[in-house]
């Protein structure tokens, strides 16, 4: 990486030439979901809801360096674009955009919303109306929570996140507008 001198402008950003998160079209493709409450023209704007065709686009985009990118202990930025690409639908990705002028320009994921259609799949969500009062699906055919950890193994798991992945720092249910009443999952890396 080339060094700044006195007068002399920086040849390379974190992962490429300066400004790279703009000529490549990941600004562009980001500019939907940014947090329009961040001050026009900075150089971080969080985004939110990142779904399958956003994120297979930004597989094609980013630099191979960003791909590998892991945002305290959480997956890979690739595994994470990855499971929004396979669980269409039902995966939305958030995280924040660095920009120029900075030299750490970069896209960061650090959270994400999964739907229950992920663990529908994978057998052990009771379907509608399969949760705890704790907020937790239970195992099939029980009224027995799955618990945390078993939770977050589960989701682990569908969304093929890689046994390096450390638990989040958060895993909260809730149930989102315009889904019937099923329960979804916020998981964030701090």
Do not use: I
């Amino acid at each position: 990486m080339a060094t700044r001198t006195q007068g002399q402008a920086r040849r390379e950003s974190l992962h490429g030439a300066p400004g790279w998160t703009r000529e490549s079209g990941v600004s562009a493709l980001l500019g939907p979901h940014l947090d329009h409450g961040d001050a026009g023209g900075s150089s971080f704007a969080r985004f939110a809801g990142v779904g399958g065709e956003a994120a297979r686009a930004l597989l094609g985009l980013l630099p191979e360096g960003n791909l590998a990118e892991r945002q305290n202990g959480g997956p890979p930025c690739r595994d994470m674009l990855r499971a929004a690409v396979r669980w269409t639908g039902e995966v939305e990705l958030s995280g924040y955009l660095v920009s120029p002028p900075r030299w750490d320009e970069r896209v960061s994921l650090d959270g994400m919303v999964v739907h229950s259609g992920v663990l529908g799949a994978g057998g052990t969500h009771a379907g509608a109306g399969g949760h705890a009062a704790d907020g937790l699906p239970v195992v099939r055919g029980s009224s027995t929570s799955l618990g945390r950890s078993r939770l977050w193994e589960e989701l682990r798991c569908a969304l093929d996140l890689g046994a390096a992945t450390q638990d989040p720092d958060e895993l909260l249910p809730f149930l989102p507008e315009g889904r019937g009443g099923r329960l979804s999952w916020w998981v964030w890396w701090d």
